[in-house]
């Protein structure tokens, strides 16, 4: 049969969309051919409800090691008991996280999405808020960093039966013991999402949820440079403190809820090839060159964002120590719908983002959120940051200035047309 040629120039249409532009997305990255070609292969084509060596279908046995050694290779990675790898995202790993842990009504505590927190955190507009009754703690407005005093008197208020951290636009590491103490005190369960850092975390660079939290998730494609997926995983004697059951039955581990809260609670067949893809990722994150690449994304994010500052932006928290920048660009007269809009007619990627205490709508916003991951996966080192950061600053200032915007982009082009999607340099 001949290729679909419609489909297949659109595929080629994106790629040279990537090959040529700045991805400063925070949450997105370029894999390796080894995820890319797992993620296209033959395991597409099986179907395996169910787990290693317990599934619903025959012809399980490779899928079946093939599953065994992503779970292996995640656990040596964090450092984690026990791990499940067959969600399909983020947001279906938390979904099975709260159905395992929670019943519908119960209290949840999570970190405000206008102030960085995400949807599945207990955001009205999502099941974690229209199932459960969430509450919230933000970031202090002096400071942009976790208001840990506010998390504790709203855990001290409403006891909630899972307090939930982690962000999707947060540049500072967590204080899991402090939460730890406030959740014991509260009889609160915590989930900690580290769907953003996680690969710092997991090569050290920042602080390892899994000796504090009882539960841990996080995708498999931000910067744990792997597919498109979720996971969830267990620390060490943190197995069921308060002794949840699963539809009435006996009381049961903290592994077999969340195995079956994933399936059949709220998931069928496992993506065999997108677990495969995710095996190659946790194999790549547990070799030294995995830890130089992470090493290069801070550096660079830290130097990135002191370029901002020195060009008048104002960076929420005054910095980072990850890999990704919350930039409120009110101070430029820009607001972050017309900054994404017009950055990205001269290839280059941004997302508009909210700022806490933001005085715009989600659709609007004052800030533009930014990240190191993807371009230093193509090779791009801190020498290069001042470079980015005047390319960006141009477009800010000129935003109605079409000559300078096609001059940008051209500039754009140059800086990244020549490098591979993907190098281990
Ligand atoms: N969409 C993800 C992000 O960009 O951070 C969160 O789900």
Redesign the pocket.
């Known amino acids: 049969m001949s290729k679909d040629t419609q489909i297949f120039n659109l595929i080629d249409a994106e790629k040279e969309r990537q090959l040529h532009g700045l991805e400063l ?3 997105e990255n370029f894999v390796s051919d080894g995820v890319m070609e797992s993620v296209g292969s033959v395991l597409t084509n099986k179907y395996a409800e169910g787990l290693p060596g317990k599934r619903y279908y025959g012809g399980c046995k490779i899928v079946d090691q093939i599953e065994t050694l992503a779970i292996d290779r995640l656990c040596k990675l964090f450092g984690a008991e026990w791990a499940n790898v067959q969600p399909h995202s ?2 279906q790993a938390n979904a099975a996280v709260l159905l395992a842990c929670l019943n519908p009504g119960d209290k949840i505590l999570g970190f405000d999405l206008s102030h960085g927190g ?2 599945t955190h207990g955001s009205p507009v999502n099941f974690s808020g229209k199932i459960y009754d969430p509450y919230f703690y933000g970031v202090k407005k002096e400071t942009g960093l976790v208001d840990y005093e506010m998390m504790e008197e709203v855990a001290k208020k409403e006891f909630p039966k899972l307090i939930i951290c982690g962000a ?2 947060y540049s500072r590491d967590w204080d899991y013991m402090r939460i730890r103490k406030i959740a014991d005190e509260v009889g609160a369960l915590i989930l900690a999402d580290i ?2 850092p996680a690969g710092l975390i997991a090569t050290g660079l920042l602080s390892n949820p899994l000796e504090y939290c009882h539960i841990v998730t996080s ?1 498999t494609h ?1 910067t744990l440079r792997g597919p498109r997926g979720g996971i969830i995983m267990l620390g060490k004697n943190f197995d069921n403190p308060y002794g949840l059951k699963w539809k009435n039955g006996n009381p049961k581990s903290m592994a077999a809820l969340l195995d079956a809260a994933v399936f059949p609670g709220t998931q069928g067949g496992p993506l065999e090839h997108v677990i495969a893809a995710k095996a190659v990722a946790f194999g790549e994150a547990l070799t030294d060159r995995y830890k130089v690449y992470m090493k290069q994304v801070q550096k660079n994010a830290a130097v990135m964002a002191d370029e901002f500052v020195k060009r008048g932006y104002s960076i929420i928290s005054g910095g980072t120590d990850n890999h990704s920048m919350l930039i409120d660009i009110r101070s430029k007269g820009v607001t972050g719908k017309d900054a994404e809009n017009t950055l990205v007619k001269a290839d280059i990627t941004v ?1 508009k983002n909210m700022v806490p205490f933001d005085t715009e709508s989600p659709f609007i916003t004052s800030g533009i ?1 930014i990240g190191t991951p993807a371009i230093t996966s193509r090779g791009v080192k801190e020498n290069e940051m001042a470079q980015i950061v005047e390319l960006i600053d141009r477009v800010i200032t000129n935003i109605d200035n079409h000559t300078i915007i096609a001059e940008v982009k051209i500039e754009v082009n140059k800086l990244m047309g020549h490098r591979p999607l993907f190098t281990w340099e």
């Open positions: 997305i925070a949450s983020g947001a995400h949807l999707s636009a769907s953003h995708t931000k997302n959120r």
